[in-house]
């Protein structure tokens, strides 16, 4: 039997970015237990769809799928899309984001680019959109942005592009966490290390053994271990905290 913390998060509206798969996936899911209405966002209507009617199902919550390309003109009216499906909203989640391969050298671009524009401007987009609402409405809220290791550490493994974007979302949450304070809008972010998600499960395959042995705790971490320091950082046992990067790493990053 799961013993359970009340983190005042019953009855209060997340909009999940990023929501069907891997950590995102796991932080609905976190939310639907802890009783909080879900709005998962993924680039396809089907998958949110299901995924929304399987959470309402199963824990009695309201939840709703909203389809997004975080790369085009859709994420723009997202936080209004949320809004007129929950009338309020109290957290926003970015976990959304690509991790696409390439050295310095060889790298386009282009590929460059587009990782900023899903890694970086999308994030900036929704939080500017979201704490315009808060602020307009005179509403305390929580936003926690997924950062990674590599926005500290860099990257050798040819995810210099991913790494600089998670960087710069580290830079933006602290500049938002400053502007924001004063409103009662706490702005934070969890950096994971490697966790066994879609985005790096081929990559798993053959490459395990040698990101097991860069983790101090030995192995790689499962998307809903992470998922719980969202959970923490979205709840109102962390009121006192704003600007900070919590590290969910298995030790692999260690500040």
């Known amino acids: 039997m799961r013993c359970a913390m009340d983190f005042g998060l019953q009855g209060k509206n997340a909009l999940v970015v990023g929501g069907t798969k891997g950590l995102g996936r796991a932080t609905c899911e976190l939310f639907a237990q802890e009783s909080t209405n879900v709005i998962a966002v993924s680039r396809h209507g089907d998958e949110c769809d299901s995924f929304a009617a399987d959470l309402q199902n199963r824990y009695g919550i309201r939840a709703v799928g909203i389809a997004c390309d975080l790369a085009g003109d859709s994420r723009n009216d997202l936080v209004h899309r949320a809004l007129d499906a929950f009338g309020t909203l109290d957290i926003l989640v970015n976990a959304a984001g690509i991790w696409p391969q390439a050295y310095v ?95 790096i499960h081929e990559i798993l395959k053959t ?31 962390s009121d006192y905290l704003t600007g900070i990067t919590l590290d969910a790493t298995g030790g692999m990053l260690m500040r």
């Open 105 to 199: 050298l060889d790298m386009e671009e282009e590929a460059f680019r587009h990782t900023l524009e899903v890694n970086l401007l999308s994030p900036f987009i929704l939080c500017r959109d979201f704490a315009r609402y808060l602020v307009d409405q005179k509403r305390t809220g929580k936003i926690v942005n997924v950062v990674s290791q590599a926005a500290f550490t860099g990257s050798t493994t040819g995810h210099a592009h991913y790494a600089a974007s998670k960087g710069g979302l580290v830079s933006f949450t602290v500049s938002l966490a400053r502007e924001l304070a004063s409103h009662g809008v706490n702005v934070n972010a969890v950096a994971p290390g490697i966790m066994d998600t879609p985005m």
């Open 207 to 237: 490459c395990r053994e040698y990101y097991c042995q860069r983790i101090p705790l030995g192995r790689v971490a499962e998307p809903e271990e992470v998922a719980y320091s969202i959970l923490f950082l979205c709840s109102n046992k």
